[in-house]
């Protein structure tokens, strides 16, 4: 789990983006593997529960970066939504 992300949110995230925060402290971590071995670990209901509360707001991160333009604060989100579709992949191959 990522340690060095601050407790809150940064201060120009929307509210459904702050939101999550939670989430993204949880999820968001840059290194590709270290986040796969993050999801790997995961329980079935855990990775769930990120796919169903992160896939909805998957365009909404996009404007967020976009609008930041993948400013450093703002990375950890998009860290999120690759954790988001990524445990999507990993539902469907222990389906």
Same mark, same amino acid.
Not at 54 to 66: F, K, M, T, V
Not at 82 to 85: F, R, Y
């Given at each position: 789990m990522p340690t060095l992300l601050p407790d809150e949110p940064p201060a120009d995230a929307p509210p459904a983006l702050a939101a999550i925060w939670p989430l993204v402290r949880r999820? =968001?971590?840059g290194d590709d593997a270290v986040r796969f071995a993050l999801v790997e670990a995961a329980?079935?209901?855990e990775l769930q529960s990120l796919v169903d509360v992160?896939?909805?707001?998957?365009? =909404?991160?996009?404007?967020?970066?976009?609008a930041t333009g993948d400013a450093?604060?703002?990375v950890p989100y998009g860290d999120l939504a690759?954790?988001?579709?990524e445990a999507?992949?990993?539902l469907r191959?222990?389906?």
């Open positions: 999820w =968001a971590e329980g079935v209901a992160g896939r909805p707001l998957l365009p =909404a991160i996009n404007e967020y970066l976009d450093e604060h703002a690759q954790a988001i579709l999507e992949t990993e191959r222990r389906s």
